[in-house]
């Protein structure tokens, strides 16, 4: 029972540090090395116990970061996909869209229109 709550204190430490480091979040190998774990054990539970690859995980962060910063009005939308860690801002259109069904730009207008 130890190792299975030292596991998924190490997983929370993984997400906690993807979360803090959304504009530049460390890669699969420097996070691993951050929370004490190879590389194969962390891809493989992380995904077990947040139903989602460390990618996948981020990129949804992400929109979801966006999503917020949106609602806020206090940036403009290339500055919300800088924000948030995309370096181009039609990259960040496209994750946006493919996330929630619409643009950066429909959302603001109707931001009850999205899938969040």
């Excluded at 962060?61 to 801002?89: C, D, F, T």
């Amino acid at each position: 029972m130890k190792v299975k709550s030292e596991l998924i204190e190490k997983m929370e430490q993984a997400k906690n540090l993807l979360e803090s480091k959304l504009q530049n979040p460390p890669s699969i190998a420097e996070l691993a090395h951050l929370v004490g774990l190879n590389e194969t054990y962390l891809k493989i539970h992380f995904k077990a116990i947040f139903a989602n690859t460390v990618y996948g995980f981020v990129k949804k962060r992400r929109i979801q970061k966006a999503i917020q910063l949106l609602k806020e009005g206090k940036l403009n939308i290339s500055e919300i996909g800088w924000e948030v860690g995309y370096r181009h801002p039609t990259h960040f259109s496209a994750a946006f869209k493919k996330e929630t069904g619409c643009t950066p730009k429909e959302y603001s207008r109707d931001p009850l229109g999205g899938k969040f």
